[in-house]
């Protein structure tokens, strides 16, 4: 299970003739999801003696921000994204 969201935001504007976008937002995702080993006495069995536990979460917030200009043919698109990950 876990909580995640993100916003992004957009404006759009004219560039040396041309449309072009600056575009940023911000990240989040978090996640938890534990797991619980048991050995039993056959392959399928629904119980059995714990054999391990584990908590496995992770943490993720980004941060982004870009601009796509466009320029006829060609498109530049210049960016800046800083994210945090912790496991």
């Avoid at 299970?1 to 504007?13: A, D, K, T, V």
């Avoid at 937002?25 to 996640?31: E, P, R």
């Amino acid at each position: 299970y876990g909580l995640n969201g993100e916003i992004r935001i957009s404006h759009e504007y004219d560039f040396r003739g041309a449309r072009s976008r600056l575009s940023g937002g911000v990240l989040t995702y978090n996640s938890n999801s534990p797991t619980h080993a048991m050995a039993g006495r056959a392959a399928d069995s629904n119980s059995g003696r714990t054999t391990g536990r584990s908590r496995r979460t992770t943490r993720t917030q980004a941060v982004f921000l870009e601009n796509n200009f466009n320029l006829g043919k060609l498109s530049v698109v210049p960016g800046i994204r800083y994210e945090n990950i912790t496991l």
